[in-house]
DNA sequence: GGAGGGCGGATTGTGCACAATATGGCACAT
DNA sequence: ATGTGCCATATTGTGCACAATCCGCCCTCC
């Protein structure tokens, strides 16, 4: 009797989980991308993903294809997959879209959102507070994100939230490319400020706060792109 | 020996442009949503573009995945592709997400138009207004698409560029389902002063000029949404 | 006559085997 | 000793065959 998904004899238990296997082995990749403990460059080979996961090589492309097209990974013709490794002008872009986009969800957020909407995310601020004042990097690193995250879904279009959500995760891809360490600017008044003009009703004055916190987050990067290291040795974390 | 282009019978002039035939297909069927001789809810099994195109199924896969992925397609498990037929609700969300793009496109290709630029979007514009006078509908449609992909480009920033060619393209959909007779609203001038604006440098004002015509444009569509019950019809035909 | 169940055709999902291609090491010539 | 070309190997790309699933149809039963 194997616990394997696809040896089930028992029709009771039954097998509609074919999209979720999927589904798992891309948030793993991806989680793990995030936590950076896939580093940009990584190799992929389809063979060891596919005995990893215990699933077939068809599974495997169609998640590496998915990877592909959210920038996530890179698929190299005839030899593999790899993280993807933004170059410089793609990170300028990014950031400039990311303006573009975020001052597009604020005023959405400004108007959509509602007095529960705001308490949560003054909820999250205090989380994300928390973190910072633990030194807990990891964690506040996913929690600024999730901040970004979190306003792109009160502002209720889930069209320009999935925007978002590639530019954020490509910033995080940056973010260890070019900032391993991962200083802890303290962002974290910064979103408090923005969350208080929204909650006032104030849309012209979050967005230019959102305007210059990103300025600030990009001139981070920017300011420790010069000591850019490909570190494409010593990958291959998954176990 | 076709005169097909798509059939390759000779094996002579070998295939390396594996990765340019699916890009092809991919054009191929892009194009004929866009033009809608392939309507929303349109099947498209697998075995035949295999014959049309002279490919196997694994490539058909992968176009038919990435089209997915761009919602122009609707992958239904074990049912087959179709083209995908946009809700009420997401007509909805996708003119809101146009209007936050639009709006940051204007914004950085007034900044980073050069003069050629603009001579060339006024170039453009000539051929839309001749188009709309032949009463050409398919060449004004294409062409006031155009326009305003023509002017991401000229914003200078390939990701914005793609999330607009994504929107874009999915309004073409709607367009296709909920006004097919495709009236045509003479936008010619909105496009034209919106140019005028960005060449004088006046982003706010080709903003502001934007928004209306967006709005007037999905005003078009929301009017004739009300008596969308034929397509409707023709949607359970199909599928 | 209507409803439910079973059946056949068609289409998609999957695994496997083989071909094509790139990479890295090795031998050889200079 | 170094540069060059070749070959072995690993990995991806592709086609094929079979299994699973779904839809529409028809037959049977109530």
């Not at 005023?107 to 959102?113: E, I, S, V």
């Amino acid at each position: 009797m194997s616990t394997d998904a696809k040896l089930r004899p028992d029709p009771a238990a039954a097998e509609h989980d074919e999209p979720d296997v999927e589904r798992r082995i891309y948030r793993t990749i991806f989680d793990s991308v995030m936590n950076q403990r896939l580093t940009p460059g990584a190799r992929l080979p389809e063979t060891q993903l596919c005995e990893l996961f215990g699933v077939s090589r068809a599974v495997v492309r169609r998640v590496l294809q998915r990877l592909a097209h959210d920038h996530i990974v890179e698929l190299r013709p005839n030899r593999g997959a790899i993280v993807a490794i933004p170059t410089p002008e793609e990170t300028r872009q990014i950031f400039e879209a990311r303006q573009g986009l975020e001052a597009a969800l604020v005023r959405l957020a400004t108007r959509n959102g509602t007095p529960e909407d705001f308490a949560d995310m003054r909820r999250h601020l205090r989380e994300e507070h928390e973190a910072m004042h633990r030194f807990d990097q990891p964690s506040w690193a996913r929690l600024a994100s999730a901040f970004h995250l979190r306003l792109a879904a009160v502002a209720r279009n889930p069209i320009l939230e999935a925007f978002l959500n590639e530019i954020v995760t490509r910033c995080s891809l940056i973010v260890a490319l070019y900032q391993p360490w991962g200083n802890a600017s303290c962002e974290h008044d910064e979103h408090a400020r923005i969350v208080e003009r929204m909650e006032a009703g104030d849309a012209e004055g979050a967005i230019r706060l959102m305007h210059e916190h990103l300025v600030v987050l990009e001139r981070n990067v920017c300011l420790k792109r010069a000591d850019a290291e490909p570190s494409l040795k010593q990958r291959l974390g998954l176990a």
